[in-house]
């Protein structure tokens, strides 16, 4: 069966720090990987997303960046954080060629101080 | 451009009793609709689609949907409603980039 991991789970980072949360999906190959942002507990905004190695579209413009390394590995990066960048991310996955249905990470709570 | 609409911030049922989430969706072509649910500090599970076929849907733990062309809606619906129930509630359509627009969410608070 597929899983998808999340690490760090939580993560407290001054301003003007890095970051780095990673996704990683098993038991699957090829599939479709997303990062969202929750803030305030409540509605979902779409980062980025990737059909493949190397291949990532951004959603929003904003401090962050996303990589995909592996075909099963999603990076959410930043060279500086700002307060803003507070929230709960939540990296998803589905397979290519389905009828779109997400499954979701146990998600990475971030707080900028 | 597709979107959900979640009118109800918040819903509060007494256990036992029905419990419906609304949700009205706008879109171009056949809708493909998902409901998904967020207990605190945790991921989204999944609940249940629809793509096409019967009205209505079945899904994880009770739930189910119906769907309603005429009207755009895909509410979500339980006919006995449990204190664990109580989350965050999420409408969703896919569009046709193959990716999900959310609704805002409902808070669902079931009391004993």
């Known amino acids: 069966s597929q899983t998808i991991h999340q690490w760090p789970a939580t993560l407290v980072q001054p301003v003007g720090s890095p970051l780095s949360l990673e996704c990683t999906v098993e038991g699957t190959s090829n599939p479709n990987l997303y990062w969202y942002r929750q803030a305030a507990g409540r509605g979902l905004q779409l980062l980025f997303y990737?059909?493949?190695?190397?291949?990532i579209s951004s959603e929003v413009p904003q401090n962050l960046s996303a990589s995909r390394p592996q075909d099963r590995q999603f990076i959410l990066s930043s060279k500086k954080l700002l307060l803003s960048d507070s929230g709960f991310y939540l990296c998803a996955w589905r397979t290519s060629g389905n009828t779109g249905e997400l499954f979701f990470g146990e998600g990475s709570r971030l707080t900028v101080l | 451009a597709q979107s959900v609409a979640q009118p109800e911030d918040q819903v509060n049922v007494a256990e036992g009793n029905p419990l419906t989430v609304k949700c009205t969706y706008s879109v171009s072509g056949n809708p493909y609709l998902f409901w998904y649910v967020q207990y605190p500090n945790r991921g989204l599970q999944f609940l249940l689609k629809y793509i096409t076929g019967d009205n209505l849907v079945k899904g994880s733990y009770g739930f189910e949907a119906e769907f309603n062309k005429s009207q755009t809606s895909f509410h979500l619906k339980k006919p006995s409603a449990l204190v664990s129930d109580s989350a965050l509630y999420f409408c969703?359509?896919?569009?046709?980039?193959?990716?999900?627009?959310f609704g805002a969410g409902t808070t669902v608070t079931v009391r004993a």
């Open positions: 969703a359509v896919r569009d046709p980039r193959n990716k999900l627009s």
């Open positions: 990737s059909v493949g190695i190397g291949q």
